[in-house]
Every structure is written in structure tokens, then in C-alpha cells.
């Protein structure tokens, strides 16, 4: 299939978006079924949908990268971007909203308004990008449309406008009433046709002909003078309003289907085309110049170059895939191209349309079309690309932060030489995953969630033949001193020759918050100058090392105050190694405690799940410090130790059904209790021994 260039009204881009299990794929391979853009009708639960073309989607049979898709209907050059609904991939999702003019957001007519489908509408709102609502598996048992729409409505407001009404509802569902143009229409064996409008529902027509008219009108202030008069609008005045309203926000319109049976797809595609906006409508594109100026772009294929990377695919075979959306001026094959973001030249090779897995060659992308090339050196996801003459930068794209963090190692010493060009790489096409060296010395892998890490791991292996495990990390406690001490170190060793002499007394006291702090006051001598900074070494050393549980000793103040030499025999590293006795002896008299880290969190949550996150706090030894209601969700504000931190992404979301966010940062450290203290201080001593053997 060999795509014609078509102008810019003639474009749509549709980013599908909403809860994991919606039916999004299934719904996207029916339209390009439909459209002919594929031969046969691939099937998520079969593992031959062409959207869903990783083996681990395959193996899961659901969404967990970002798929784009282009076709042809009538005239009309038509890209869809299916992304995942699972939460731990949310990354995709927000490629996808950066990528499209216009967002189809699928709800299952079974399930209510899910988490899913509350965050993807979030960050349509956030992203001001216009909306379509699809309420799809009717057909599934206990599917109620009707109780679908009312869901939206109390969910999100009379926006919610309805553009279709179903006719039957679970398996009786047999296709829809039009409520633009009060049409019926049937689908019998895999034919829609029109039939007369259903008696039986004419005074729900009514009602929900008049929630669509109230929402449409507020688009168009004559046809709204009109339909408070109680005047009658016409279907054109309606589709216009419809057409501006979806453009500028002000409304999303609901249509009904089921995807797996095909119902309602024809209706579905002639409102992307007819409501949904071209490139030329939207915009203009606020894009920054060298000086830092805001300058506004509009699409425009002969205007200046300005290109947004929205996602990074690394692969082993093709190398880096790297997919754009041209928002202004050409994008050819065989050209150069200035990475604005980086300040580097950048050569594009061959352009590519994408469909699902696979790719058509194409001369050039103009503004408003989305594509992909191979093999940029240096483009990552969220870059602008541009020219020289002009550089303009578009804002970076902003994901979340990570929270499960998990410390890695490779699985044998074959991997160990993978796993780090095997994380480098992955890192470029997970915007929402990093690989970090921890303060306890450990690489840690801080990802979304279980699955997200489960998936990394696999596409490691089967990508990058690294096979990695993964535990959870080592706390990053401290040690410190409570107490005040003297205490005596010498060390003396006699060989044959020159032997080793150094005698120290030290005093020891605590310094909160001071770091390790090194003085000295030797009267007469007592310990020569030159020595001091072996002294200074080996309490040093040995506080890095730590003295009760193998943690790093800090906040204290060392004083060296008296001591002895030997001409001959004594040395730096004589003195030194007496230092660090005196140290290892003086903290086991100064009250030693272990000290743990302890994080500022910010959670942010529903109204309804208070209760259970603040209980769930208590038994994380956290103390709550506020709570502040912010953009309609509550945001709990909390100290909380990291110990018990490392599992909170996966147990925050079930405690509030996938709808909970938190972020943590440290804070300061703090006394570990004495019993936790003691099994801290047990756990390092058996690891010791283990170590010795």
C-alpha cells in the first residue's frame, strides 16, 4: 500500500487512550481492517494483532508500547497511536498525547469509569488536546451503555455530550440510534443498515438529543440564543457546532460500538473525520528560539522545520528507531537536520510510515504527519529537531518520575559484560525507567511499577541477551554516636629491622548534623605533626567502613589529644592503624545507634481512599505532617522511613485501585528503634560470617 501525499485538512491523528482491557487494540485493528490498510484481522487474545507485535505483548496478549498505525479513507490520511492502559506504562500514553492532534478515549461499557480512563482524561485536559469518547464492548455480558454515558457524565459533566444511542444493551446490543441526524441503524450479519428509529426509545432520543444540543451550543452563541428560545437547530448548524465545539474542548462527544463484533465502526471513523481536528486547526505551536523568545509556529508544510521526537524504540537488529511528528515544514529522506535540543547535526536516512510492525518508505513527512526513522546518532525522545539557519526548540515532554526501585546484578559473569550497553540501551526508549549506583554501592533499576520492571527485564534478554536478577535494595543506614568517650590505640609490631609504633588517645563526642570532624590538641610534642594526617586517615577509613553494622560512621568529632612515638619505629601508617583501633574501641563505649533515612512523601489520592492511606501509613511508621486539597484530589504529606518505602508503588496502587501517585525525597536521617536496630546489626553480623567463609 503506497500512501499519496494529501493537504494538511485532510489529516487526523487519534491518540487511543483509556483503561488497560477497554478493548483499544482490538478497536484500532478493526479500523484498519476496515480501512483495508491490513490484509486480515489480527486479535489481541490470538497474538497476531499487528499493534501488539512485541513477544512479550504477544505472551500477555495486552498493550505495552505505543503502536502507530496510518491509513486511508476517502480522501483522508488518517494516523491512530494505540497506547497501553496499564498504569506501569503510562510513558507510552504521554508519547502519544504529544504526538496527536485529538484523543479517542475507550471505556468498557461494562466496567464503569476505571483509573485508566481517569488518568488519560487527566492528561487530555492537561494536554488541551481535543476528545472523543467511544463506551465499546456493548455486546459483553452486563454491558449497560446507558449506565456507561450517565458514569461520564457524573464523572467528568454535561461536556460529556451523547452522539449516539444504543439500541439494546450486553448480547442483545445490535447497533445505535444517530442522534445528530435521528437515524436507526441495525448490524446484521456484518452489514449495518438503516432501519426505522425504535418507538420504544423515543422519549430517551429526546432527552439525550437535548444533552447533546445544550453541549454542542455553547460553541456557537446564535445557536445558543436559538436553543435557549426553544428554537429549532438544524443538522448542519448542530454538525458545525459539533465540528468547533470537539476542536476547542468544549464538548467531547460519546458514541457507542463493539469492536470485536464491528458494530458502530463506520460511524466511529465519520466522526474522527467530520469532528476531530486537522493540523491546520490546531496550534499555533509555541516553540522557543535561540535567545530563549516564545515564538508561535503554525502547521504549515512550507514553513520553518520544527519536529517533535515522541518516542525511542532500541533495536538489536534495525538499531534505534526513532519516531516524529513533523509539526511545521518538511521532513525529507537523505537530508540533514539540526537536533535543537543538543546543538549536533543529525542525518536523517530513510523515512518510514508506520503500520503497527510494519513500515512503509516514504520521500517525506510533512507538517502534521507522523513517521519514524532508523538510526539517529544522537536524537532521544522529547528532542526537536530543526535547521541550522533557524533552530527552534519545542518544550521537553514531562512523565512521571519512577518509584519501585530494586537493586539488579547480573545473572552470571557472562551477563555482567552486557548489562551495562544492555541498560544504556534501554534507557533510551524508557522514559520512565533509570539505572542508578545507590549510596549502599548497589546499581539499582528505579521503574513504574512490577510490571513495567518484568517487562524491562525481559526485553533485556531477549533484545540485549543480558539476563539480570533483581532484589530488593539495602537500606543506606548510618551510624553515629550518642555518647561521650577517651580512648586509648597503639599499635606496636617488631620485625627484624625497623619495627611499627603508634600510640594514640582520642576523644570521641557527637557532632549532629557536622559530618566527621577531625582536632587536635597534643601538648609538648607528645604526637609529632607528621603524623596527624595518618591519625586523621585512619579514623577516616574506618568510619567509611562503619564500626556496629558495616554502615558508614558519621556526625561525630574526633579529638586527638595525646600519644606517644618511637624515633625509629614510628611511622604515618603506625599511627594510622592505632587510630583506627582507638576508633573501633571508642564507639562501642559512646552509646553507638543506627540511623536510617528517612523520606519526605507527597501522596497524592481520591477523597475516598484517605482512610486506608493514612492507616497504611501508620503501619509504615510514617507520621503524617498535612493534608491539602489540590486540582480535586487530596495530597498527603508524610515522613516516612525508606525501609519501608521500597514496595509503596505497588501497594499504594492497590490500595486505591491504580488511582494513587506518590513522590519521596530524603528528608534527614534518623534513630533506627532498638529492636529494628537489633535485627539490622544480627542481619550484618551473619552476612559477615557468611563473607569470612
Not at 110 to 117: D, F, I, K, P, R
Not at 390 to 396: A, Q, S, Y
Not at 555 to 579: M, P, Q, R
Request: glycine share 10%.
Amino acid at each position: 500500500m503506497t500512501m499519496k501525499s494529501v493537504d494538511l485538512p485532510h489529516l487526523r491523528s487519534v491518540v487511543l487512550a483509556g483503561h488497560a482491557g477497554a478493548g483499544k487494540t482490538t478497536l484500532a485493528e478493526q479500523l484498519l481492517f476496515r480501512a483495508g490498510a491490513v490484509s486480515r484481522l489480527g486479535r489481541v487474545e490470538e497474538g497476531t494483532a499487528h499493534l501488539d507485535f512485541e513477544p512479550e505483548e504477544q505472551k500477555r496478549t495486552q498493550s505495552l508500547s505505543l503502536a502507530v498505525a496510518t491509513f486511508e479513507r476517502e480522501g483522508y490520511r488518517i494516523t491512530i497511536i494505540d497506547t497501553p492502559g496499564y498504569p506501569d506504562f503510562v510513558a507510552e500514553m504521554v508519547e502519544g498525547f504529544h504526538a496527536a492532534d485529538a484523543a479517542l478515549f475507550v471505556m468498557d461499557a461494562s466496567a464503569g469509569v476505571e483509573a485508566g480512563l481517569e488518568k488519560a482524561v487527566a492528561l487530555g485536559r492537561s494536554t488541551k488536546t481535543a476528545a472523543c469518547f467511544v463506551i465499546n464492548r456493548c455486546d459483553r455480558e452486563n454491558a449497560d451503555p446507558t449506565a456507561a454515558l450517565e458514569a461520564l457524565r457524573a464523572e467528568f459533566g454535561n461536556k460529556i455530550a451523547p452522539l449516539h444511542l444504543a439500541i439494546g444493551k450486553g448480547e442483545s446490543f445490535s447497533g445505535y440510534v444517530d442522534l445528530v441526524h435521528r437515524k436507526a441503524w441495525r448490524f446484521d450479519g456484518g452489514k449495518e443498515t438503516e432501519i426505522p428509529v425504535p418507538a420504544d426509545l423515543e422519549a430517551e432520543i429526546a432527552t439525550r438529543r437535548d444533552q447533546l444540543l445544550e453541549a454542542a451550543a455553547e460553541a456557537d452563541d446564535d445557536v445558543l440564543t436559538k436553543y435557549l428560545e426553544g428554537e429549532e437547530i438544524s443538522d448542519q448548524e448542530l454538525d458545525a457546532c459539533l465540528h468547533k465545539g470537539v476542536r476547542e474542548s468544549i464538548l467531547a462527544p460519546v458514541l457507542v460500538a463493539s469492536a470485536s463484533k464491528g458494530i458502530g465502526l463506520n460511524a466511529l471513523l465519520d466522526a474522527l473525520v467530520r469532528y476531530l481536528p486537522s493540523p491546520d486547526e490546531e496550534g499555533p505551536y509555541t516553540a522557543l528560539d535561540q535567545s530563549g523568545a516564545e515564538v508561535e509556529v503554525r502547521a504549515d508544510p512550507s514553513g520553518p522545520l520544527l519536529v517533535r521526537v515522541f518516542k525511542t524504540a532500541a533495536d538489536p537488529f534495525v538499531g534505534r528507531l526513532t519516531y516524529v511528528r513533523v509539526l511545521s515544514g518538511t521532513l525529507r529522506s537523505q537530508s540533514h537536520v539540526w537536533n535543537t535540543s543538543r546543538n549536533e547535526d543529525e542525518r536523517i536516512g530513510q523515512l518510514l510510515l508506520m503500520h503497527g510492525k510494519e513500515q512503509e518508505p516514504i520521500g517525506e513527512l510533512g507538517a502534521g504527519e507522523i513517521g519514524a526513522v532508523a538510526k539517529l546518532a544522537v536524537t532521544e525522545t522529547g528532542d526537536t529537531l530543526g535547521t541550522r539557519d533557524r533552530p527552534l526548540t519545542l518544550p521537553p515532554i514531562e512523565f512521571p518520575t519512577p518509584t519501585l526501585t530494586l537493586a539488579i546484578e547480573p545473572q552470571s559473569k557472562g551477563d555482567l559484560d552486557k548489562m551495562g550497553p544492555a541498560l544504556q540501551r534501554m534507557a533510551e526508549e524508557e522514559p520512565t525507567a533509570r539505572v542508578e549506583r545507590s549510596e549502599t554501592g548497589e546499581q539499582v533499576l528505579v521503574t513504574m511499577g512490577e510490571a513495567h520492571t518484568a517487562v524491562i527485564i525481559e526485553r533485556l534478554k531477549r533484545k540485549f541477551g543480558a539476563a539480570i536478577t533483581t532484589r530488593v535494595p539495602k537500606v543506606p543506614y548510618r551510624e553515629t554516636i550518642r555518647g561521650k568517650t577517651q580512648v586509648h590505640g597503639r599499635y606496636k609490631k617488631q620485625t627484624g629491622g625497623h619495627g611499627m609504633f603508634g600510640d594514640v588517645w582520642l576523644e570521641l563526642e557527637p557532632n549532629p548534623g557536622g559530618g566527621i570532624e577531625f582536632a587536635e590538641k597534643v601538648v609538648g610534642g607528645a604526637v609529632p605533626k607528621q603524623y596527624f594526617p595518618g591519625v586523621e586517615k585512619g579514623i577516616r577509613e574506618t568510619a567509611a567502613d562503619g564500626v556496629v553494622a558495616g554502615f558508614p560512621l558519621s556526625d561525630f568529632k574526633a579529638t586527638l589529644y595525646d600519644g606517644s612515638f618511637h624515633n625509629v619505629d614510628s611511622n604515618e601508617l603506625s599511627f594510622k592503624i592505632a587510630a583506627s583501633m582507638a576508633l573501633k574501641d571508642g564507639v562501642q563505649q559512646a552509646k553507638p545507634v543506627l540511623l536510617e533515612p528517612i523520606m519526605s512523601v507527597e501522596i497524592r489520592i481520591p477523597d475516598a481512599y484517605m482512610g486506608e492511606v493514612n492507616r497504611d501509613l501508620n503501619g509504615r511508621r510514617g507520621r503524617v505532617l498535612g493534608m491539602d486539597s489540590r486540582d480535586g484530589t487530596q495530597v498527603i504529606t508524610a515522613h516516612v522511613p525508606q525501609a519501608e518505602l521500597f514496595t509503596y508503588a505497588i501497594d499504594l496502587r492497590s490500595l486505591t485501585g491504580g488511582r494513587g501517585t506518590f513522590s519521596a525525597t530524603l528528608d534527614h536521617y534518623e534513630e533506627v528503634p532498638s529492636h529494628l536496630a537489633e535485627k539490622v546489626i544480627a542481619e550484618h553480623r551473619k552476612e559477615a560470617e557468611a563473607g569470612a567463609h
